[in-house]
Each structure stands twice: as structure tokens, then as C-alpha cells.
């Protein structure tokens, strides 16, 4: 099986969540709906490489709605006060929401064949929170991701993201796909941080995919950007790792080398 896109395959399918929100757990028990999306700097830095490589690229989410940035992802504050980045990247995304393909109306999953699949060369998932709420356990993202894993094609996530992986579980007998994989991701340390900020608790990903058999990599790599590669699939922890992980998904798909 093979990692490379053939000249005739430069699509990559970018899966994005619905929600707009994800679920909060207050210290008086009560759980609130807490606005998020997804994170603009990790979608944007990846797709600037894609777009500039030459790919094509269509967006797809459970239900087809229209997805938001996470609100505390556009705040000149997530951009280290770099106007102009934030600029940029802001206006990527929304140029996108006006194309024919775009984002501002992603394909429903249900609506992507196995024979649509065969067509992409490879699958990014960024984050933000709003992956908790309606991708880890969604049962078409299983179907999709089972595609990409089984022809061992290029599958790219980060931050939150990779929680998009545990709706494997949900085909193939309830078996999670990516058992005994390293991978990367926002690690329990650093969600232990916004749940501070949050005064609540939030699932954490990093346990959620350790319980699932998964190789997690934390430490101060992760927390710098390190992006992790294990067999078809890159992660990257948090949005430090956005442009980097761009680049070695492209040299993933045209069959170069990946090296950590």
C-alpha cells in the first residue's frame, strides 16, 4: 500500500465539526454548552501549504452545517499580537466560505461515497474543542477514516483533532484503528490549563486515546510543536505544530521524507 498521490489525486478532504460549542463540566455538576469551533491558526496554516502546493481541497462535516472559529482562536491574543498574520489567516478562511467547494456549506458525511474516497490523496483534521462534541463517536467519520487507514493514505491532525479518530470504534467490530500508534495531541497537561481558565472540567483527549490503545507523546516536544509521524499519520499537539505539520503532509502525499 502506498502513501504517495498520484498526479492525478491532489484532493485532500478537510473534516471539520458542526458544533459550536462543546460540553463543560461545572464544579456544581451541571454541564454548559461552552462556544468554541475550530481553531483558526490550525486550519489556516495547513491549508495555505496545501493551497500553495497546488491541492484541491473539499471540506466535510457530520451534518453539512456551517462550522465557526473557535472564539478564542481569532483574538489578536492567539496571534502572539501579529495584526497581520491574523489578518491573513482570517481572510483565507472566510475567502473560502465564498468559493463553489468551501467551507461555509461542507458535504455531509453521509454524502461521500467509498468510491468519492477514492479520489483523495490524503484527510486533515484540525482542531479548536468543538471535536469533542460530534466527531469521536460519529459513525460515517468511521467509515472515512477506515478508508484512509486501511490504504495506509495520509491522515493529518492536531490539537484536538485526533479525537476524531476514536469513530473507528464505531465500525470494524469496535475496534479502534490506530491501536499502538504514536500520536500527539492538546495533552492533559495543557487542557488541565484551560479547564483553570474555564472553571470547569473538559474531557481530555490525551486519556481518551491512551485508553484506546494509543502511544501518546507528551513532554516538552509536543508543547514546541513537534510533529509526530507514526505509519500514515502525522499529529501535532497544539498550534505550534500547524505549519510544520502542513509541510510534511504534502511531503507525505508526494512520497518524501517524513522524519521527525
Known sequence: MSTTASSSSKK???????????????PNGNTV?????????ELAKPLTKLLDAGYEVNFASPLGKEPQPDPLSTTLL????????????????????????NLKHPTPFAEISDQDLE??????????????????DNKELG????????????TAIICHGPYALLSTKTVGGGEFAYKGYRLSCWSNAEEKIMDTLFWGEIEKVESALRESGAEMTTGVGEMVG???????????????????????FIAMMEGKSTSS
Open 12 to 26: 485532500v478532504l478537510i473534516i471539520v465539526s458542526d458544533a459550536h460549542s462543546f460540553p463543560l463540566e461545572k
Open 33 to 41: 454548552d461552552q462556544p468554541s469551533g475550530y481553531f483558526l491558526m
Open 78 to 101: 492567539a496571534f502572539a499580537g501579529n495584526y497581520w498574520e491574523q489578518k491573513r489567516e482570517t481572510e483565507l478562511v472566510e475567502g473560502k466560505m465564498k468559493t463553489e467547494k
Open 119 to 136: 479520489s483523495y490523496a490524503g484527510v486533515f483534521i484540525p482542531g479548536g474543542h468543538a471535536p469533542l462534541s460530534d466527531l469521536g
Open 143 to 154: 467509515r472515512i477514516l477506515s478508508h484512509f487507514h486501511s490504504r495506509q493514505k495520509p
Open 226 to 248: 513537534v510533529v509526530t509521524v507514526d505509519r500514515e499519520v502525522l499529529s501535532g499537539g497544539n498550534p505550534m505544530a500547524a505549519n510544520a505539520l502542513g509541510e510534511k
